[in-house]
């Protein structure tokens, strides 16, 4: 049966395919429509990473680190800082570490101007808080400034960052305070009361409150009614309660000077340091006095003298009030054990007692009425003891002193003071003595000797040799002790005793070098000689025959005294074969043999 079809139905047509959709396009449609596709796909891409890296990427501006706290404070005063540090970041932050810097005389409860705190890992939303309390130091109106830095490395970096933070404190005045009062006539060479004046400031008790003055170099201490701990010018005042207020009255003597300058320091000590709080200076003019005096010593104005020597002293004194002066007396005070007071030669009158000299008008008649602008002399002599005296480990740094005192009863109304008097003093440093000792064995316990006794022509016989240093009253430093060896003798490397680590030999030059270094006082008196043993070999010619000959050249021994500072030059005769210290050697084994 055939189907005829309705003439009305149209026919039924297929779907294309996207390949035969393409067909449909022109070149030029394709090739916008491929580029188009690419654009898409790159900007899809480059999206993709973007958003990750948004959601992965970290900001160092997101962590909150500020240092919160007061802004002033008095010098010395306590008071209590916050640093605060959060993460804002949406990651972790590994190995975070707080580091604090503290100003260098901020007081902090372990000394240390530096501190690391160890915070671990701060999470996301995560921080915390750390409380400080410290206590700044400074001039008034100066700026101080704590810091502060906060490390850490984020969870999905290798990096490490830090962000930091700081705070300025300006110092307002002084929680302790110093003041310090001078007479309103200061004469030179006089003495005078000068008053230290303390207060706490503040409404807190502080503990082991110090003082301390540094004087100018002209300037005697003689006493003060509170007892310094140490050196005259340090006072330890306790616990100082608030508001709290005291003086520390100093009695001393400045020497002629046209001006002086004082300063003070007023703080607390904690471990073992001393924080100041407070520095006052203060400058004192002096008035010219009419009354001089000077002392010389040899003619000179000082010097270091060594034990044994003569010494001749001179007081010089001038009138220069324009009136005479009357019933004057001068007082010349002797102290130092090292004076031999049996060799005294004066025209005063000496008290053993207290080694004092006195000149008045019983003596020198001038001194019943000493004429306007004259002036004279008065004389001593004695000698210093030829011994040193060194019975303890004190015993040292000798000094020789002479405190002089010239007074008279006459009023001076332009000084507005009732009577008038005048001081001088001078101070001699007495040199070390060192020795040095060669000793020469054959038959030594330290270092055993071999060869033929007495010595023989072209045959090695050796020798120990022992140096021996002695130093009495100053310690003694950059000691060096040399020698050469004569011919025929050489060095065989074998040393010993407490110097031995510092003997060197040259075997170009032949000479042997001992850097000793420092020689304390009382080697060799109260402690035993410092001493180096060493070894030689002589190998005498036929020329030496029937005479001892040198083992060891002349020795020298060079120094610096370090209390007078003055150079030290030791010289020991060249050491040979007849070793005198060697009971079994003697003058005939000491002789060469052919």
Known sequence: MVTIPNPQTPPELSQPSLPQAVRFFSPKQKKILIISSVI????L??????????????????????????????????GTYIISYWNNTNQ????????????QDAVVGDNKIIQNIDLGSIGIGGGGKQEITIAFIGPDKSIQKLEAVLSYKPQNTTSTFKNEAFKEVAINGSALSIDFKTPETAL????????????????????????????PKEF????????????????????????????????????????????????????????????N????????????????????????????????????????????????????????????????KTSGYFNGVDNTITWNAGNLPDFKSLSPNSSGDVEFQINVKPQYIIRTFRDKNFL???????????????????????????????????????????????IKNSGPLPPKVNQTTTYTIHWQITNYSNSINNTIVKAVLPEGVSWLNKKAGAGAATLEYNDRTGELTWNVGEVAAGTGTLLNPYEVVFQVGLTPAISKVNMPVPILGESTLTGNDTFTGNNILVTVPALKTDLPDDPGVGILKGYVQP
């Open 40 to 43: 898409f796909l790159v900007i």
């Open 45 to 78: 891409v480059l999206s993709s990473v973007v958003f990750y890296f948004w959601l992965t990427s970290f900001k160092k501006s997101l962590i909150d680190f500020n240092i919160s706290g007061p802004t002033q404070i008095s010098s010395g005063e306590t």
């Open 92 to 103: 972790i932050l590994q190995n975070a570490a707080l580091v604090l810097r503290y100003p």
């Open 188 to 215: 030179p060479n006089v003495r005078s009361s000068y008053v230290i004046h303390y207060k706490n400031n503040s409404d807190k008790v502080f503990q082991n409150v110090s003082i301390e003055a540094i004087y």
């Open 220 to 279: 005697n201490f003689v006493s003060s009614d509170q007892t310094p701990v140490k050196n005259n010018n340090t006072w330890n005042l306790g616990d100082l309660n608030p508001n709290e207020e005291g003086d520390i009255t100093i009695l001393g003597i400045l020497r002629n000077v046209q001006n002086a300058n004082f300063e003070l320091a007023i703080g607390v000590i904690e471990n073992n340091r001393f924080y100041k709080f407070s520095r």
């Open 281 to 344: 200076s203060s400058q004192i003019n002096l008035i010219v006095l009419p009354l001089k005096m000077d002392i010389s010593v040899n003619g000179q104005p000082n010097l270091a003298v060594n034990s044994g020597d003569y010494l001749q002293f001179k007081i010089h004194y001038e009138n220069g009030a324009g009136i005479a002066l009357s019933d004057v007396i001068l007082k010349a005070k002797l102290d130092g054990s090292m004076y031999d007071f049996s060799s005294l």
């Open 400 to 446: 020789l002193q002479v405190s002089a005192v010239m007074e008279t009863p006459t009023a001076l109304p332009s000084l507005a003071v009732k009577s008038l008097s005048v001081l001088s003093d001078l101070a001699i440093k007495v040199n070390t003595k060192a020795e040095l000792k060669t000793k020469g064995y054959y038959f030594d316990s330290i």
